[in-house]
């Protein structure tokens, strides 16, 4: 290579220079990028080199070539190059956009000479190219050929998967999860599949599109379905849809496929979520509350024993699923009752199950009042009342979780009134 005297625009007269946002000549690849980078340009950064004669693109590599030098498109394949002349104040002039691949390096012939405008990083458009100065008038030269060297687009289809909830439904999970496709190729895809791969779960179903509920479509294992209402996607573009899976085991893996047509053919990529490393799919933790109380007038009474008259007392206490989730080994203490600890077994989600038992207590507590007048606390001499503890627990069957309550009866529900008359009451 022979290069010629070149002057770069950038030390041309002001008032010969055009508004530029490529940097120019001479320049290393790193100090462009340098400057790009404390300008704020985003755009790709350009060398100017000068030719003596012809420059071709590498050896295996790919060229459109525009000669003669006219507006217009060309395509090869999938890639399209459109070129757009343009006066500017030394000489002719154009800008370039591409589509389906991205262009490394243009060469641009004009008289004798060429130059060679490289990107870095490849680029899908350049603006206010341009032949080398003719010195006989200090003008471009006139516009002999184009070539572009590029690389082939590909057409691509990226699929995420995140599970956004897992709720317990009884004896089932259904997991609901987000599934993001993505255009990340050069390319508009058509024809959007999705095709469930899991097998574990009882039936998943798409449910919404882009935020927006659909009638739910089931989606079968290895089989695969038309997202509803996406007929394509352009590059870079993306559309997310809602699926939901009901099983009997919580924390599956769950695995989508997700595919995409181009005119190279279809093309296809997967992803997995993972419910049990993913905080927003925590399962709620399982829940039950105990109740103990005294609800008839014959739970605390007196009765006769070989030692004489004593007060026996007959709880009721209640236990509650008030979570989600079934509850197994569900079981009742209370240290008091004989035959304590109580095996209830599984209690579905807001099921209860009641004992009642009786008990001959060994310490009373006299219950007390508080006159609403002067806030002094006294003790009622006619009543006296029993206190011990009821505890429930058992175990979520998906969490494997145990859930436990402890309740008290108050004095006001298990009483022993020694009087009879209102003022006993």
């Not at 090869?76 to 800008?95: A, H, M, N, R």
């Not at 007959?314 to 989600?324: L, S």
């Not at 095996?343 to 807001?350: E, F, N, V």
Request: hydrophobic share 35%; proline share 6%.
């Amino acid at each position: 290579m022979h290069a010629l005297p070149f002057t770069p625009e950038s030390s041309r007269p002001a008032l010969l220079r055009r508004v530029r946002t490529i940097a120019l000549s001479f320049l290393s690849t790193a100090a462009l990028a340098g400057a790009l980078l404390a300008s704020g340009q985003a755009s790709a950064a350009v060398t100017e080199i000068p030719y003596s004669g012809n420059k071709n693109c590498p050896a295996g590599s790919n060229e459109v070539r525009f000669d003669p030098v006219v507006a217009g498109t060309k395509t090869v394949g999938g890639f399209s190059v459109t070129l757009t002349l343009d006066q500017l104040p030394l000489g002719p002039g154009f800008d370039w956009s591409a589509t389906g691949g991205t262009v490394s390096s243009v060469f641009v012939k004009g008289g004798p000479v060429g130059i060679q405008f490289k990107y870095a990083p490849a680029a899908n458009s350049g603006e206010n190219l341009h032949s080398q100065i003719n010195p006989s008038n200090g003008r471009y030269y006139g516009l002999s050929h184009v070539s572009f060297c590029y690389t082939p687009g590909q057409a691509r289809i990226d699929v995420q998967k995140d599970c956004a909830d897992q709720i317990v439904v009884g004896d089932k999970v259904r997991s609901i999860n987000t599934v993001t496709l993505i255009n990340n190729g050069d390319f508009a895809l058509t024809n959007l599949l999705v095709e469930e791969v899991t097998t574990s779960f009882e039936q998943c179903s798409l449910t919404a599109v882009n935020g927006v509920p659909v009638a739910p479509v089931t989606l079968v294992p290895g089989t695969k379905t038309a997202v509803p209402g996406v007929s394509s996607l352009a590059v870079g573009a993306q559309a997310t849809a809602t699926v939901e899976c009901t099983g009997l085991t919580a924390n599956i893996q769950n695995t989508i496929k997700a595919y995409g047509t181009h005119t190279t053919g279809e093309i296809d990529d997967s992803a997995t979520s993972d419910p049990e490393h993913t905080s927003a799919c925590d399962l709620p933790p399982p829940k039950l509350v105990v109740e103990k109380d005294c609800p008839a007038d014959t739970d605390v009474r007196l009765i006769k024993t070989d030692a004489g008259l004593v007060v026996q007392v007959c709880p009721t206490i209640k236990v509650t699923n008030t979570g989600t989730e079934i509850l197994d080994n569900v079981t009742i203490t209370d240290a008091l009752l004989p035959g304590s600890p109580f095996a209830i077994g599984t209690l579905a989600a807001s099921a209860s199950q009641s004992i009642r038992k009786c008990y001959i207590p060994t310490q009373t507590e006299q219950m007390t009042e508080t006159d609403g007048a002067t806030g002094q606390v006294y003790d009622v001499p006619s009543t006296a009342s029993f206190f011990n503890t009821a505890s429930a627990t058992g175990t979520g069957r998906f969490t494997k979780v145990q859930a436990k309550h402890d309740d008290s009866a108050s004095g006001a529900e298990c009483k022993l009134c020694i009087c009879d008359g209102p003022e006993c009451e």
